[in-house]
């Protein structure tokens, strides 16, 4: 049977992400070895800015105002410059595979989380399938 397209291109969406984001913690330790860690982690993130500003403005993308350019700062500053930022200073002192089995363990542990606080019901389906066979994502 062959593969369309659009199956393909899924597969190697997955592929690559899945090489990054294994490679991620890796190259975290690595820059740590030469840059104090925010300093390597500001690195990133600045690259980054610059190269989306760099496509919204071949886009032609407005830059949020108001209320959602506060929006956009405070979930910036929580969900990414604080988790990166304490992520690359864990990763001075633990190996990156520990580094990896940790940020593994999230979805789980989120799961766990929602059933604690009574958003979500534990059943065997959600520990045993994988998320592409699970009826909430067909």
């Not at 600045?46 to 760099?54: E, F, H, P, S, V």
């Not at 949020?64 to 506060?70: D, E, T």
């Not at 304490?86 to 595979?97: E, Q, S």
């Amino acid at each position: 049977m062959a593969a369309s397209d659009s199956e393909r291109v899924a597969l190697t969406a997955f592929v690559t992400y899945a090489v990054l984001a294994g490679a991620n913690a890796v190259g975290v330790r690595f820059s740590n070895r030469e840059l104090a860690p925010l300093w390597g982690a500001g690195l990133r993130f600045a690259l980054a800015a610059a190269l989306l500003l760099a496509v919204m403005a071949v886009l032609r993308l407005a830059f949020p105002r108001g209320r959602a350019l506060a929006g956009s700062l405070l979930y910036g500053v929580f969900n990414f410059a604080g988790s990166f930022g304490l992520t690359y200073y864990g990763l001075v002192k633990i190996h990156a595979g520990l580094g990896q089995i940790l940020l593994a363990l999230v979805p789980l542990a989120t799961l766990l989380l929602a059933v604690l606080w009574r958003q979500e019901r534990l059943g065997t389906g959600q520990l045993s399938e994988p998320f592409w066979l699970s009826p909430a994502s067909q």
